[in-house]
């Protein structure tokens, strides 16, 4: 079991900058993939950054450039730095652990945090 908390939403204008934080607890982090998902209202959930275990990183397409994903695997924390934010960015962003054991998977969500991006 993985508990997520995430931190950091909040309303910015267009072309500011935004950093959301996840802490977990509960298990061993290090082992687990994370990512950032979001969904804005009447839409999927989408993912917009994920990072392996191991460190490496992929990035949605609308995040490439202006979006960092990181962890810090001493303190149990990933975070995702918004930069340049668009009014499409604008959506609940949620914290996701994922870890695969055998033919398993084990997928844990956060709460999430509203980021809204108006002027």
């Known amino acids: 079991q993985v508990q997520l908390v995430e931190s950091g939403g909040g309303l910015v204008q267009p072309g500011g900058s935004l950093r959301l934080s996840c802490a977990a607890s509960?298990?061993?982090?290090?082992?687990?993939?994370m990512g950032w998902y979001r969904q804005a209202p009447g839409k999927q959930r989408e993912v917009v950054a994920r990072i392996r275990s191991g460190g490496r990183i992929n990035y949605a397409d609308s995040a490439k450039g202006r979006f960092t994903i990181s962890r810090d695997n001493a303190k149990n924390t990933v975070s995702l730095q918004m930069n340049s934010l668009k009014p499409e960015d604008t959506a609940v962003y949620y914290c996701?652990?994922?870890?695969?054991?055998?033919?398993?998977?084990?997928?844990?969500w956060g709460q999430g945090t509203q980021v809204t991006v108006s002027s």
């Open positions: 996701n652990a994922h870890r695969v054991v055998g033919t398993a998977e084990f997928d844990y």
């Open positions: 509960g298990s061993i982090f290090s082992i687990y993939a």
